[in-house]
């Protein structure tokens, strides 16, 4: 009885279940891989805002404590000659504890969920930027030739002035997410400064008092005054300028926000596309967070190749 003659599969076919098997791994393993490197840059993100958060909040401590023991602080250097509430008016006043308050709730907002979006948001995520930038250029420039911090408010200026601009600006710059950012953005973005200052002329004129040197109209008079406070205008212009720009060009850990994927590549032989469904069942379900769709639950029964 003549033996039964084993089938040996040809090379081609080996060839074609071995592209079949990668084109499989690919659909079940990429995906994955690209959900974990979004999540951990999520997490990463969340440290480092966490740590700007804690920063600001600390320095607001300390900036608080020293008004109300009736101790000068870094934004309120005559506080011992003033009531609570003056000092408390005057506080609010100075654009570097608006803009570090700015600075504070974006960052817990981004905790909360970094891949936040919308029109709002937008303005209300580079107003915080663009603001925390300048007072960190005003501050270094202008104001620390003419101040001398020790203790405390050494503490809290280190806070306010260096850590939290340049932590706010390198935390964008490496987690993003991009392409968040429009034109007609940047025009919302000067309502708020621009409400700031005539607020700080008109508050000037009443109470007699300013909050910075160069908007001193008492000592300047309201044609410098004004014409440093456009400089200052026109400086954060620049600068929305230039963070559109890289909005726009430089790539960074959390990407794209809005991100329309491209038209698959067509599989071999006219089959179905690569990473695409298969036929019949369920499609992609989106992820979450953001990244590429996740494989859908296979159906009891079906066979899983991994």
Known sequence: MPAARRSVPSASSNGAEGEKQDRLRAVHTGPMTHEAATRRSIAASRLVYGALAAVIALSFVIEFTLLFSGSAGANATDAESLSVAVRLERLVSYFTIDSNLIVLVVAILLIVRPLRDGPVWQVIWLDALLSIIVTGLVYAIVLAPLVQRTGWTLVET???????????????????????????????????????????????????????????????????????????????????VIVIVLDRRLPSLLGPVRHVPASPAPGPLGSAPLGSAPLGSAPLAPDPLGSTPREPAPRRGARVIR
């Open 158 to 240: 280190i806070g306010f002035h260096y850590v939290s601009p340049w932590l706010t600006l390198a935390a964008w710059l490496v987690f993003g997410p991009r392409q968040q950012l429009r034109w007609s953005t940047l025009a919302w973005v000067f309502v708020w400064p621009v409400a700031w200052l005539v607020y700080t002329f008109v508050h000037g004129a009443l109470r007699g008092w300013y909050p910075y040197p160069f908007l001193d109209v008492t000592r300047l008079g309201y044609g410098p005054a004004i014409r440093n406070s456009l400089l200052v205008l026109v400086l954060a212009a620049v600068l929305g």
